[in-house]
């Protein structure tokens, strides 16, 4: 099942913090973020897992609540380079093997000078 | 410099052809990833392999084959049964055999079919 994301857009001024959320109906072993500029790849943010553990960059953070399968992203003092959609990606199975990831439809982030 | 390359960048069919996209990693990596996107419609998995001479389908593999012949390469073909094979296709791999590894994408191929 696809995770739903929200908002689906954000515009915000340069400074500002934004959250972006990520739930799911199933259970997650882990939530992956990833921001992508319009035609480029997708890059790395954040990887969280069940138990606490978590990676990636250091200044991102973000929060995982596994009993409501539900994760959130913060971006705070936000930059003109934040620009971009982003995407939360979950486990197709619940397992934690190298299966592939679920991604959600993505929320737009806008930042203006 | 390590990374994953895709090519073309940009392909042009014609309907009824069948098409094959590039992915090649010198990152030693031994999960690799096809996955396709749509406008609004976020990633979506194809085919995706865990180890050479292996692979599995994805949640949309109808139209689609792979196939894993060197650690290093996963090429992806659109055959003309895929129904709507316009999109932007982008090529993955990760490290290890878990979930807590990230995911290392190409530059992408924007496929056209009219």
């Known amino acids: 099942q696809q995770p739903v994301q929200s908002p689906q857009a954000v515009i915000l001024r340069e400074g500002e913090d934004a959250v972006i959320n990520c739930s799911s109906s199933?259970?997650?072993?882990?939530v992956h973020w990833y921001r992508q500029k319009h035609g480029e790849a997708p890059v790395f943010l954040m990887i969280?897992?069940?138990?606490?553990e978590q990676k990636g960059h250091d200044k991102i953070s973000a929060s995982f609540n596994e009993k409501k399968q539900q994760s959130s992203l913060y971006l705070t003092a936000s930059q003109l380079s934040y620009s971009g959609t982003y995407f939360c990606?979950?486990?197709?199975?619940?397992?934690?093997?190298?299966?592939?990831?679920?991604f959600g439809k993505g929320t737009h982030l806008i930042i203006q000078p | 410099d390590g990374g994953i390359t895709q090519s073309p960048k940009y392909l042009f069919r014609k309907e009824g052809q069948n098409v094959t996209l590039s992915c090649e990693q010198n990152?030693?990596?031994?999960?690799m990833y096809w996955y396709r996107q749509d406008p609004g419609q976020g990633l979506r998995l194809i085919y995706y392999?865990?180890?050479?001479?292996?692979?599995q389908k994805g949640d949309i593999a109808e139209g689609y084959s792979v196939s894993r012949e060197k650690k290093e390469s996963f090429p992806l073909t659109v055959t003309s049964a895929q129904k709507n094979p316009t999109a932007f296709y982008l090529c993955?791999?990760?490290?290890?055999?878990?979930?807590?590894?990230?995911?290392?994408f190409g530059p992408g191929t924007r496929l056209t079919v009219t």
């Open positions: 969280l897992l069940k138990g606490g």
């Open positions: 993955a791999s990760s490290g290890g055999h878990n979930s807590y590894d990230e995911q290392y």
């Open positions: 990152l030693n990596h031994d999960a």
């Open positions: 990606g979950t486990d197709r199975y619940s397992g934690g093997g190298a299966d592939g990831l679920t």
């Open positions: 199933k259970a997650l072993y882990s």
């Open positions: 392999s865990q180890i050479v001479n292996d692979f």
